[in-house]
T-cell receptor, first 112, second 108 residues
Framework: NAGVTQTPKFRILKIGQSMTLQCAQD?????MYWYRQDPGMGLKLIYY???????DKGEVPNGYNVSRSTTEDFPLRLELAAPSQTSVYFC???????????FGDGTRLSIL | RKEVEQDPGPFNVPEGATVAFNCTYS??????FFWYRQDCRKEPKLLMS???SGNEDGRFTAQLNRASQYISLLIRDSKLSDSATYLC?????????FGAGTTVTVRA
């Protein structure tokens, strides 16, 4: 059982480049989330989704976009990478908002 | 006021000691509470759910005080492997809110 799978694990981008962080879960969870975690800080919610076709902004959505065309996949897109987006990105899923979230291994992104 | 607040620590304790720390939350309507553990540069992992009556899982005991809106975690007989950051997580409307974490370091 793979759980939550994130790709890539590491990436270095130049300022202004774009990329998509992939997230897939095989647990048939309705809820999926994207967080960023800066060094020494807590997790901040970027976007979340309560089901296929539905997405909502979290605490820090600026500079990011998401889509949820299937239950399994929840990609996060950076359109114009900025140094402030250097962070570790975690994807998570849960059956509903009251249940614990399962996390992927994270994507470490550096923008230079 | 932050939704979930934790003492960042660090708590430095010797092996075998007991360590306890709290987390406060602002939304009195919160229904679900969890403790997660996060090792350096790794993903958070669920340690335990917190139930109204309090619950125990081996050396770990969690308590919920709804009147004062805080959750506690107690670790007995600390092991070196307990060194980590412990995240308090509270259901807040339609999502979970994470505290910034309490760092625990267990020394030999």
């Amino acid at each position: 059982n793979a759980g939550v799978t994130q790709t890539p694990k590491f990436r270095i981008l130049k300022i202004g480049q774009s990329m998509t962080l992939q997230c897939a879960q095989d647990m048939n969870h309705n809820y999926m989330y994207w967080y960023r975690q800066d060094p020494g800080m807590g997790l901040k919610l970027i976007y979340y989704s309560v089901g296929a076709g539905i997405t909502d902004k979290g605490e820090v959505p600026n500079g990011y976009n998401v889509s949820r065309s299937t239950t399994e996949d929840f990609p996060l897109r950076l359109e114009l990478a900025a140094p402030s987006q250097t962070s570790v990105y975690f994807c998570a899923s849960s059956p509903n908002s009251n249940q614990p979230q399962h996390f992927g291994d994270g994507t470490r992104l550096s923008i230079l | 006021r932050k939704e979930v607040e934790q003492d960042p620590g660090p708590f430095n304790v010797p092996e075998g000691a007991t360590v306890a720390f709290n987390c406060t939350y602002s939304n009195s309507a919160s229904q679900s509470f969890f403790w997660y553990r996060q090792d350096c540069r790794k993903e958070p992992k669920l340690l335990m759910s917190v139930y109204s009556s309090g619950n125990e899982d081996g050396r770990f005991t969690a308590q919920l005080n709804r009147a004062s809106q805080y959750i506690s975690l107690l670790i007995r007989d600390s092991k070196l492997s307990d060194s980590a950051t412990y995240l308090c997580v509270v259901n807040d409307d339609y999502k979970l809110s994470f505290g910034a974490g309490t760092t625990v370091t267990v020394r030999a």
